[in-house]
């Protein structure tokens, strides 16, 4: 594992930048050749120090070492380090529905979703029934009854994997209907 420059924006900004990569040298033997440019291009000037804290093995098979370097990887991504460049959020956000869309709105008629996006570019989508190859992308409530985006409802922190988006998606939707807000999603 190698801590980079910041190549890319940091995910959390007390965590630096990493690489992490498998190779049969010594950790120090493949860090000398990265800094000489046999590594991805990419890594090329980025380089500030071999992160020997961080590294693990030696592993007698590949196989061993291919499964660790994918559990270190995740990880570390979902303590906030930004790991190969990937500067994936998640955020959980809050969409206000017109309150004709149900019978007994409460303090208001809300949907609450969790996305890897801006939270407005998933309101748009959700606005325009955004699809892909694999279908709709959006939710019929949101297309046919949203109103606007309620960051103010929503969490101000950030996740760091998809798990705990979709957890926190989960426990914000019922402190929502807890407090009087009548909620679609939040699955």
Same mark, same amino acid.
């Given at each position: 594992? *190698?801590?980079?420059? =910041?190549? *890319?924006?940091?995910? =959390?900004?007390?965590?630096?930048?990493?690489?992490?990569?498998?190779?049969?040298? +010594?950790?120090?033997?493949?860090?000398?050749?990265?800094? #000489?440019?046999?590594?991805? !291009?990419?890594?090329?000037?980025?380089? *500030?120090?071999?992160?020997?804290?961080?590294? /693990?093995?030696?592993?007698?098979?590949? =196989?061993?070492?291919?499964?660790?370097?994918?559990?270190?990887?995740?990880?570390?991504?979902?303590?906030?380090?930004?790991?190969?460049?990937? #500067?994936?959020?998640?955020?959980?956000?809050?969409?206000?529905?017109?309150?004709?869309?149900?019978?007994?709105? @409460?303090? @208001?008629?809300?949907?609450?979703?969790?996305?890897?996006? #801006?939270?407005?570019?998933?309101?748009?989508?959700?606005?325009?029934?955004?699809?892909?190859?694999? @279908?709709?992308?959006? /939710?019929? /409530?949101?297309?046919?009854?949203? #109103?606007?985006?309620?960051?103010?409802?929503?969490?101000?922190?950030?996740?760091? =994997?998809? !798990?705990?988006?979709?957890?926190? +998606?989960?426990?914000?939707?019922?402190?929502?209907?807890?407090?009087?807000?009548?909620? *679609?999603?939040?699955?």
């Amino acid at each position: 594992m *190698v801590e980079l420059d =910041d190549i *890319v924006p940091r995910r =959390d900004l007390d965590k630096p930048n990493l690489y992490v990569g498998l190779t049969i040298e +010594e950790p120090a033997t493949r860090y000398e050749r990265l800094k #000489t440019g046999h590594g991805p !291009a990419w890594l090329q000037g980025h380089l *500030v120090r071999l992160r020997g804290d961080l590294v /693990s093995g030696p592993f007698l098979s590949r =196989d061993d070492a291919r499964l660790e370097c994918r559990m270190a990887i995740r990880c570390l991504k979902s303590e906030g380090y930004t790991v190969n460049r990937d #500067t994936r959020v998640w955020t959980v956000y809050v969409i206000e529905m017109d309150p004709k869309g149900c019978k007994d709105p @409460g303090k @208001g008629f809300v949907y609450v979703g969790e996305t890897s996006k #801006t939270p407005e570019a998933r309101y748009t989508e959700h606005i325009k029934g955004k699809r892909n190859k694999r @279908g709709r992308l959006y /939710s019929r /409530s949101v297309r046919k009854y949203g #109103t606007r985006l309620r960051m103010d409802l929503a969490p101000e922190i950030r996740y760091f =994997d998809g !798990a705990s988006s979709k957890a926190a +998606e989960k426990r914000w939707a019922r402190k929502l209907k807890d407090e009087g807000y009548k909620v *679609v999603g939040g699955h």
